[in-house]
T-cell receptor, first 115, second 114 residues
Framework: DSGVTQTPKHLITATGQRVTLRCSPR?????VYWYQQSLDQGLQFLIQ???????AKGNILERFSAQQFPDLHSELNLSSLELGDSALYFC??????????????FGQGTRLTVV | DQQVKQNSPSLSVQEGRISILNCDYT??????FLWYKKYPAEGPTFLIS?????DKNEDGRFTVFLNKSAKHLSLHIVPSQPGDSAVYFC?????????????FGKGTKLSVKP
């Protein structure tokens, strides 16, 4: 158990809909990252939040947005869903170290299926 | 353009032998590298890392080698065990500034046969 909790584990929704994925980081971790893993693809970095503020942005679509709340949990919002958005979405958290990165700990993921 | 490449989608090894997983990167700014292991229906778990000031890091049966001039790293597992069967992801990152943004390869599926 990595200590990172993601809900729900599975989600099936129709095209055009909007969903929210939730992530609770490990206790004490200030950074939260979101990744997308599509079929036969590696993990694609979407976005990072650090202590409530957006820190880095990757290949995140405009239809997607995220936020980190004062209690440090994070939500990833996906709207106007398309079939191609079907993927595994992982959340990870880490303790940021000033002089260098640290290992990120991943949740079990949310499998999103858009039909 | 893929900055981190794992060119072998799969690898099959006999139990007890050495498993060598390879990873190439193109961005010379990367200076911290990690390997993650992923079982089906689970999130990736951190395995071992290496910074660019080293060329080797060892942890039990796992050793990561870094060749900066070739922009190549490899993970050696000796001896390989059936429980090592999983997908292995190579990842790279930067020190300082906008840290924590890990760039992952597509993974190599390792099968260790008894």
């Amino acid at each position: 158990d990595s200590g990172v909790t993601q809900t729900p584990k599975h989600l099936i929704t129709a095209t055009g809909q909007r969903v929210t994925l939730r992530c609770s980081p490990r206790s004490g971790d200030l950074s939260v990252y979101w990744y997308q893993q599509s079929l036969d693809q590696g993990l694609q970095f979407l976005i990072q939040y650090y202590n409530g503020e957006e820190r880095a942005k990757g290949n995140i679509l405009e239809r997607f947005s995220a936020q980190q709340f004062p209690d440090l949990h994070s939500e990833l919002n996906l709207s106007s869903l398309e079939l191609g958005d079907s993927a595994l979405y992982f959340c990870a958290s880490s303790v940021e170290v000033v002089l260098g990165p640290s290992e990120a700990f991943f949740g079990q993921g949310t499998r999103l299926t858009v039909v | 353009d893929q900055q981190v490449k794992q060119n072998s989608p799969s690898l099959s090894v006999q139990e007890g032998r050495i498993s060598i997983l390879n990873c190439d990167y193109t961005n010379s700014m990367f200076d911290y590298f990690l390997w993650y292991k992923k079982y089906p229906a689970e999130g990736p778990t951190f395995l071992i890392s290496i910074s660019s000031i080293k060329d080797k890091n060892e942890d039990g049966r796992f050793t990561v080698f870094l060749n900066k001039s070739a922009k190549h790293l490899s993970l050696h597992i000796v001896p390989s065990q059936p429980g090592d069967s999983a997908v292995y992801f190579c990842a790279a990152s930067y020190y300082g500034g906008s840290q924590g943004n890990l760039i992952f390869g597509k993974g190599t599926k390792l099968s260790v046969k008894p």
